[in-house]
């Protein structure tokens, strides 16, 4: 018997170089693109929907959403956060929802230690001296043997975690039960010269790391994250670099992206700014990587198997 053909939604940017790969599909009828008509015309009989909601130009999934109609069983995200995509009402349907978990995780991992490095070895001061042609000998620190608290255990910290390991630095997890109660996390911080954050956005999550959390740090302790920019509050992060109780952030995520060009982190020196890019990997490319997830989930999804990355929508993650 033939299989019907899967109504496929791909809200990506038609010019995604992975989207060539669901061009090849056999069995799909394939609509994509991130265009107000594109996501009329197919989302009331889309079967499933592929969304990315960074990589560009797509709109927020709730406009999608009142499109889609009964026949819709499954969204994917590109992304690993689903938090511009979880709505209130996708959480609460019988849609199932899958994630690119584990996918863009080595980089993340990668700029950690950079985060790491670029604090312990002063590598502004380098720079700067070398662009002045200064020969100006000063000290530096050593990250092995130092602490770092990884807040948000899941598939990106652990790998943080095993990166910082390489390092040296010893580490402590700090996952749910520990963030469910702001003394624990404020004892664990307490030991911390590293506080790194890589937990998802949830409202368990949004403003976890506050004033109270960047007080109870070790001084002059580093932070860096790379989940998600709100978990920060950014107004108590300025102050804490400002009076020196935080010596230095490194930041791939932001609460307003992009980055406005008023803020004040772009002008300050203990601030290493990437604009939420760290993911985005030239070799292998980081959209082949997100593909990659979804066709594999793909596969199984036709093949009524279970999917892979499963998000546990009550969860948020
Ligand atoms: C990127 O920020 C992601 O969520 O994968």
């Given at each position: 018997m033939k299989r019907p053909r899967v109504r496929l939604l791909a809200i990506v940017p038609?010019?995604?170089?992975?989207?060539?790969?669901?061009?090849?599909?056999?069995g799909v009828a394939l609509a994509l693109g991130c265009d107000a008509a594109t996501i009329a015309g197919a989302a009331?009989?889309?079967?499933?929907i592929l969304y990315s909601?960074?990589?560009?130009g797509t709109p927020p999934f709730r406009d999608v959403w009142p499109h889609t109609?009964?026949?819709?069983r499954w969204v994917h995200s590109f992304?690993?956060?689903v938090d511009r995509l979880l709505t209130p009402e996708l959480a609460a349907s019988a849609v199932r929802v899958t994630n690119a978990r584990g996918v863009y995780t080595e980089s993340l991992a990668e700029f950690a230690v950079l985060g790491v490095l670029w604090f312990a070895k002063q590598a502004r001061r380098l720079v700067e001296q070398q662009r002045a042609r200064r020969w100006e000998q000063f000290e530096v620190e050593l990250a092995r043997g130092r602490t770092a608290a990884v807040v948000g255990y899941g598939a990106v910290g652990r790998t943080c975690a095993g990166a910082l390991r390489k390092l040296g630095m010893k580490i402590v997890p700090v996952g749910r039960a520990e963030t469910a109660e702001r003394e624990k996390l404020h004892a664990i911080l307490g030991q911390a010269d590293v506080l790194l954050a890589a937990a998802p956005l949830t409202p368990a999550t949004r403003?976890?790391?506050?004033a109270a959390a960047f007080a109870a740090l070790k001084r002059g302790g580093i932070v860096i994250n790379?989940?998600?920019?709100?978990?920060?509050d950014e107004a108590a992060l300025i102050a804490a670099l400002q009076a020196g109780q935080v010596g230095g952030a490194a930041l791939?995520?932001?609460?307003?992206?992009?980055?406005?060009?008023?803020?004040?982190f772009w002008a300050m020196e203990n601030v290493l700014l990437?604009?939420?890019?760290?993911?985005?990997?030239?070799?292998?490319?980081w959209t082949e990587l997100g593909m990659r997830c979804f066709l594999a989930n793909f596969s199984r999804y036709r093949r009524r198997l279970p999917l892979l990355t499963p998000v546990n929508k009550a969860a948020g993650y």
């Amino acid at each position: 018997m033939k299989r019907p053909r899967v109504r496929l939604l791909a809200i990506v940017p038609p010019a995604l170089p992975a989207a060539a790969r669901l061009r090849g599909l056999r069995g799909v009828a394939l609509a994509l693109g991130c265009d107000a008509a594109t996501i009329a015309g197919a989302a009331p009989e889309a079967e499933v929907i592929l969304y990315s909601s960074l990589a560009g130009g797509t709109p927020p999934f709730r406009d999608v959403w009142p499109h889609t109609g009964p026949s819709l069983r499954w969204v994917h995200s590109f992304e690993a956060g689903v938090d511009r995509l979880l709505t209130p009402e996708l959480a609460a349907s019988a849609v199932r929802v899958t994630n690119a978990r584990g996918v863009y995780t080595e980089s993340l991992a990668e700029f950690a230690v950079l985060g790491v490095l670029w604090f312990a070895k002063q590598a502004r001061r380098l720079v700067e001296q070398q662009r002045a042609r200064r020969w100006e000998q000063f000290e530096v620190e050593l990250a092995r043997g130092r602490t770092a608290a990884v807040v948000g255990y899941g598939a990106v910290g652990r790998t943080c975690a095993g990166a910082l390991r390489k390092l040296g630095m010893k580490i402590v997890p700090v996952g749910r039960a520990e963030t469910a109660e702001r003394e624990k996390l404020h004892a664990i911080l307490g030991q911390a010269d590293v506080l790194l954050a890589a937990a998802p956005l949830t409202p368990a999550t949004r403003h976890l790391l506050d004033a109270a959390a960047f007080a109870a740090l070790k001084r002059g302790g580093i932070v860096i994250n790379v989940g998600r920019g709100p978990v920060v509050d950014e107004a108590a992060l300025i102050a804490a670099l400002q009076a020196g109780q935080v010596g230095g952030a490194a930041l791939d995520v932001f609460e307003r992206e992009p980055l406005p060009p008023e803020h004040p982190f772009w002008a300050m020196e203990n601030v290493l700014l990437s604009p939420h890019a760290t993911d985005r990997t030239r070799t292998p490319h980081w959209t082949e990587l997100g593909m990659r997830c979804f066709l594999a989930n793909f596969s199984r999804y036709r093949r009524r198997l279970p999917l892979l990355t499963p998000v546990n929508k009550a969860a948020g993650y």
